[in-house]
C-alpha cells in the first residue's frame, strides 16, 4: 500500500449545514470501515482527505461496502414504528432485507420491536410514556443505536433535552428524520439483492460522483429535506412558479446523518455538571443576535438556537475529530460558552482548541409553521484579540440584562440596547482594534442611559458600576470624540461626587452602585450640549450649598484646548461622545492612574475663542497661580451660566469680567465687545457646555485674555497645578 494522496471532495464544503455535515459522514464511515489512517483537513472552504485510496476506490467503497448505522426513533410518532404509510412500509421492507451490509440495522430494528413488545405500547407514546420509552431504548438497545440517541436527545433527571441539530429528538415539525433516511437508504442500497434489485445502479453512481466531487448531472429526488439545505426546501419562490418542489441527493442526506452522530460527543457526561442544558451538547449555544448581518432581528429573536462548527487546516485523525466534539470546548474564562457572543469571546481569546482555526456559525430560525431552517451566518477566525478579557466584567451585568430581555414585559428598548451590546462585542471579536473596543463602550454608555428610566424592570437590574480602570487605555482609539469623553467621565470630587450622579440615580460607594430611591432630575434630553449645559449648573448649584471656593469640574484627565475648540466649532460627532462620556463614566475612576498629559492634550488650537478664554477663567475647579503672585480664586457663581443658556454671550462676559476684576485680575480689551470676543449667540449653548471640561493649559487661557503686569518676572506661569507640564 502506498503512502496516502490528497484527494478534495468538491461538494463537502463548509455550507449549507447539510454539506458540512455530510463530510463529516464521510470521514466518519471510511475511516471506520475502509481506511483508518485516513487525514482531513478543510482547505479553501472544502474537504480535503489524505487516504490511501483514489476517488475511484472512494465511490467503489460507498457502492458496495457502505454499511450505514442504524438511525431509528421509536419514540417519534412518524418513524414507521406506529403505522403502515410509506415510513412504515419502508421500515418492513429494511426488516426484511436479505443484504448483508444492512444486517446490523435489520436486527436493531427487530430489536426495538421486541423492547416495544415489552412496553404494552400499541399506538405512538404519549409525554408519560415517551419519557419511559427513551431511557429503556438508552438502556437495552445495541450501542450503535444509542449513539444516534445521543445525538438526537440527552436524558436528565427530570426530562429529555434536544439538541438544536436534530430538532424535537430527530424530528422537525412533521418531518421525521429516522423514516426519511430509510426511504432514501432504498435509492442507493438494494435491500433484497439479487432477489427483487430496485436500485438503478447507474444512477446510484452519478448521484454519488455528484454528491462527493461535484462531477456531471444527476436527478435529484423529491422529498423533504428539513432544516439542513434552506436552499433545497422548496415553497413559494423557490424558483420560477407558483411553488417548487423539494429536492434532495439521497446520499447527501444519508452521509448527512452519518456525519451528525459525531456531534453526539459527551453530552450526558456534561449535562448533569452544567445548568446551561443548550450549550452542553458539542458548539451548541443561546441566540446571539449579534452578527446576524441580513438576517432580520424578527428572525433572529424567534431562532431556536446557534451552532458553531469547528474548521481545522491541519490533516487529523478521526479520533482526534472525535475528541473536539466529544468535548465541544469553547471557553470564556473559567466558563464554558453559552451564547453566540460568548463563542465569538471564545475565538478572539484562544479559549477553544488549539487546532480549531475557525467556526462556522448557523442559527436555526423559524419557517414553516413549526420547522426550521439552519441559516449560515458567516464564519469567525480564531485569533487573539488584544484585551478581550476586559468584557468579562462585563458578565454578570449582562446576565441579568438578558435574563431580563427574555420576561414579556421588558419594554423592547431593552432589547434593543442589549442587541447594540452583543454587535459591538462580536464586532470587536471579529475585527479587533482600540475603536472597536471604544464603540463597546458606547454600546455601554447607550444603554444605561436607555435603562435609566425608573420603571420595575430597570429596579430588578443592578446599574453597570464594576468596569476596571484598564478599559481608558484599552479603547483609546486617538478620536477626539474619546478624548473629551474621557476628560468628561472623569469628573468627579469629594464634596459634590462624580459626575455619574447628574447622568443616572444612582447611588455609587466604592465599588457598588445601586439605584437612588430618590426620583432627582438626571441629564438625559436635549443635545449633548444642553446636556452638558444643565450638568454644569447643577454641580455649581451642589457647591454652592456647601460653600465651594471654586467650580466643581476637576477631574484626573484633562482636555486639550485643541480639542475644546473642536467642539465648540461643532466638528465633532456629539453622539458618539455622549455615548462615550456615557459608558466611560462606568469606569472606577477612584482607581484610575491618569496617562502622561501628552498623551490625552495636543497642542493649541489657534482658533479658540477667546469668549471661552475669558468664561473659562471663572469656572476653574482650582485657584489661578502665576509666578510671582498669590493664588487667586475665582468664586463659582450661576449668573454667567443662565445668560449663555439663555443666548445672552454679552451680558455673559461682561458678569465674567466683573468677576475677574473683582479677584484682582485685569481682562484685555475695553469690554466683551473688542476684538477677538465676537462670537455666534446661536451658539453660545456650545461654549457654555465646553466650560465643563477639566483643562490643564491654563497658561495659554491667560496669555490670550488677561493683561500682563509690568514687573519683569510676571510672565505666564510654566510650571505649578495648572500648567502644561
Known sequence: MGSPQPMVLESCTLQPLMSYLKALGVVRIVAEQRDPSLRAAWQLDTLCLQTHLDPEDLVAFFLDDFRPSPILAPWNADSGFW???SGGQALRR??????????????????????????????RPDREAKRRLLRLCRAELPDEMVEWLDTSLVLT????????????????GRLEFSANCIQRLEEVIDFRPGVDPQVDRSLATARLRLSLFNEGAAPLTKAAVGQFHPGGVGGPNATRGWDAASLVNPWDYLLMLEGAVLLAGSVARRMGANPER??????????????????????????????????????????????????GRAQVGRRQARTGVDFARAAASLGVDRGIASFTRYGFVKRSGQSHLAAPLGQLQVRLVADVGLVDELDPWLDRLRAACYRSETPESYRRALRDIEESIFAYCRYGGKAHLAAVAAALGRATKTLGRKSRTRDSLRPLHHLSPRWL?????????????????????STVGPIRRQLE?????????????????????????????WILQRRLLEGLRVNLETCPVDGPLKAS?????????????????????????????????????????????????????LLKLAHLPHPLTRRGREPVSVKPDTAALSRLRAGDLATALGIVRRR????????????????????????????????????????????MVLRDTPSPEDTPVQGGKNDGN
Open 83 to 85: 403505522d403502515d404509510r
Open 94 to 123: 429494511l426488516e426484511e432485507t436479505t443484504n448483508p451490509r444492512l444486517a446490523a440495522y435489520s436486527s436493531t430494528v427487530r430489536a426495538v420491536r421486541a423492547l416495544l413488545a415489552t412496553t404494552g405500547l400499541k399506538a
Open 157 to 172: 433527571a427530570e426530562d429529555a433535552v434536544y439538541p438544536p441539530l436534530l430538532g424535537g429528538g430527530g424530528a422537525d
Open 278 to 327: 443548550m450549550a452542553s451538547f458539542p458548539f451548541s449555544a443561546r441566540v446571539s443576535a449579534a452578527g446576524w448581518g441580513t438576517v432580520s432581528s424578527s428572525d433572529a429573536s424567534g431562532a431556536r438556537a446557534e451552532l458553531w462548527l469547528p474548521v481545522w487546516h491541519r490533516p487529523t485523525s478521526l479520533p482526534e475529530i472525535r475528541q473536539v466534539f466529544a468535548e
Open 473 to 493: 487605555n484599552a479603547c483609546d482609539d486617538g478620536s477626539q470624540e474619546f478624548r473629551l469623553a474621557a476628560a468628561l467621565a472623569s469628573v468627579g470630587d
Open 505 to 533: 440615580q444612582v447611588v455609587l460607594k466604592g465599588n457598588q452602585a445601586h439605584w437612588d430611591p430618590e426620583d432627582r432630575p438626571v441629564a438625559r434630553h436635549g443635545s449633548l450640549a444642553d446636556q452638558l449645559t
Open 561 to 613: 484646548l485643541a480639542d475644546i475648540s473642536a467642539f465648540i466649532c461643532g466638528l465633532t460627532d456629539d453622539h458618539r461622545l455622549e455615548a462615550l462620556f456615557r459608558g466611560l463614566a462606568t469606569l472606577r475612576w477612584h482607581e484610575a492612574r491618569p496617562a502622561p498629559r501628552a498623551q490625552w492634550a495636543p497642542g493649541t488650537d489657534p482658533g479658540l475663542p477667546r469668549a471661552y478664554c
Open 660 to 703: 475677574l476684576v473683582a479677584s484682582g485680575l485685569v481682562p484685555l480689551g475695553p469690554g466683551p465687545g473688542a476684538a477677538g470676543f465676537a462670537y455666534n449667540p446661536a451658539t453660545t449653548t456650545r461654549l457654555a457646555a465646553a466650560l465643563l471640561f477639566p483643562v490643564w493649559q491654563t497658561d495659554a487661557l491667560v496669555r
